[in-house]
Nanobody, 123 residues
Framework: QVQLVESGGGLVQAVGSLRLSCAAS????????MAWFRQAPGTEREFVAA????????YYADSVKGRFTVSRDDTKNTVYLQMNSLKPEDTAVYYC????????????????WGQGTQVTVSS
């Protein structure tokens, strides 16, 4: 069983920055692909970013490319999402997810999810 706990959300003004963290309680964290998804009120959950294990290849949604950076520290069992140049449309609950295998942009491919952290960007 993998438990994921997100932190770092909050209220920020447009063009500001936030860094989200997701701590995993699993000994084999380095063998999991990790991803971030988000869901705004009245919308479906959408893929934001993902990072593979070992090589650390990264993948981004077009809407965040160039502004967000996903990274991982396997010594701390933690994945991060650095969010810069935030826009009001980035407002959502952000979830981290884990799966054993290659990263995917499909939420259904992930086996474990955190409880989410709210990010609100004011204009």
């Amino acid at each position: 069983q993998v438990q994921l706990v997100e932190s770092g959300g909050g209220l920020v003004q447009a063009v500001g920055s936030l860094r989200l963290s997701c701590a995993a309680s699993v000994r084999t964290f380095s063998t999991y692909a990790m991803a971030w998804f988000r869901q705004a009120p009245g919308t479906e959950r959408e893929f934001v970013a993902a990072i593979s294990w070992i090589v650390g290849s990264t993948y981004y949604a077009d809407s965040v490319k160039g502004r967000f950076t996903v990274s991982r520290d396997d010594t701390k069992n933690t994945v991060y999402l650095q969010m810069n140049s935030l826009k009001p449309e980035d407002t959502a609950v952000y979830y981290c997810a884990a799966r054993a295998g290659a990263p995917s942009q499909l939420g259904g491919a992930y086996d474990y999810w955190g409880q989410g952290t709210q990010v609100t960007v004011s204009s």
